[in-house]
Structure formats: structure tokens, C-alpha cells
């Protein structure tokens, strides 16, 4: 199915968060500004716009960040239960050199000025929109037949001077972005028996959280 035949609900259930499925291709400059442009058109608190997309490629910086990431990764291993740390043990957190593409997003929280229309009760806001951008960029993927995985394994004073990125400029995400042999059907979590997901009747409540 070609993207401009595939409906929002139809990249919502295709959607995955890809480690092991990328082909080694680039995704190509045309895709990607597409994908980027449906990022850029995310809604935005106040109309703030607070993130900024920067684009890896270069193969010693995918290779360095790579290698920090798989520290934290036995970090984390480590640090886990001897049952947990099995079921674990096979999960692949990323696909940052098979993709040959990082898109690093970042926040502002100074974007728009000092008077944000519509967060000064809510702050967090602006964090929202910017995560919002990445919710659009992943469905916009999807529908290329390219996948994005989201790598949180990282130590947020390393990306930032991996990427050089200024004083006050937050790294939100590091989004691994590249053509796709298959999605998966079945999330890796749920597959390697991490962890499953809630039904929707779970999650929904009536009037109150407890209706």
C-alpha cells in the first residue's frame, strides 16, 4: 500500500518501534524532508514550535554513539533482577548504525518568547508539543514503509555535545530513521516477554478515574 493510500488508523496499527528489521539503506533526501515536514506540522503550544531536528549520518558519529549506547545498556542489564536481566538479555535497543540515520530532536523551552499562550498553568506543555512532532514523524514513517526506533538509553550531556547542541537546547529523543525489511506484528517487548500491553477497556474510565 502507497502512502498517500494509507490511513492514519492504518499507520497507528502498523506502527513499531524498530530495532532489528532495518534494511542498511539510506532512506532517501526526498522521503525524509517529507517525513520531517509532517514532524515540522505537529500542533504546538502557543504556536511555540519549540523543537529543532538534527540529522546524523556521518559513521564515526552513528559508531560513538552506538558504543555509548551499548554501555548503558549493560548498565542497565546490570542493574536488573537475575530473571529480568534473562528475559533481557535478547532484546535489541537499537538500530543506530544499521539505519545509517539519527534524527536527534531537541526542545526549547525559550521558543516563543517569554508570554507562551497557553502554558503558563501547564509548563510541561511545551515538552508535549515537542514530543507531538515525534508522534507525527513516526506515523509519517510508517506510511513511507520507513521505520523509527526511539533509543533512550543515553546520557543526556553526551548526546549533547556529540551533536553540539547550545546552551539551553534539550535532546528529547535520538530516532533511529531507515527503510524497513517488515514492521513487526508484534511489538519486541511483548514478543521477547518483557512486558504486555493493556487492553483499551483497561485504560478507559467514565467521569472519574475510577468510574
Known sequence: ???????????????????????????????????LDAAHRAPSVGNSQPWDFVVVRQPDTLRRFADHVADKRVEFRD????????????????????????????????????????RASVPETGVYSTVLAIQNLWLAATAEQ??????????????????????????????????VREFQRVPDLERFGWRSGRSLTEAVHHETFGG
Open 1 to 35: 500500500m502507497c502512502a498517500d493510500q494509507l490511513s492514519v488508523y492504518d499507520a497507528i496499527r502498523l506502527r513499531r518501534d524498530v530495532r532489528a528489521e532495518f534494511t542498511g539503506e539510506l532512506v532517501d533526501d526526498e522521503t525524509l524532508w517529507r517525513i
Open 79 to 118: 542493574a536488573l533482577p537475575a530473571d529480568r536481566a534473562e528475559t533481557f538479555e535478547p532484546i535489541k535497543i537499537d538500530g543506530i548504525v544499521e539505519s545509517g540515520t539519527g534524527v536527534v530532536v531537541t526542545h526549547d523551552d525559550r521558543r516563543g518568547g517569554p508570554q507562551i499562550l497557553g
Open 146 to 179: 520507513v521505520g523509527v526506533g526511539w533509543v533512550s538509553f543515553y546520557d543526556p550531556d553526551f548526546l549533547r555535545e556529540l551533536v553540539d547542541l547550545p546552551a539551553g537546547i534539550k535532546p528529547v529523543a535520538w530516532l533511529c530513521v531507515g527503510p
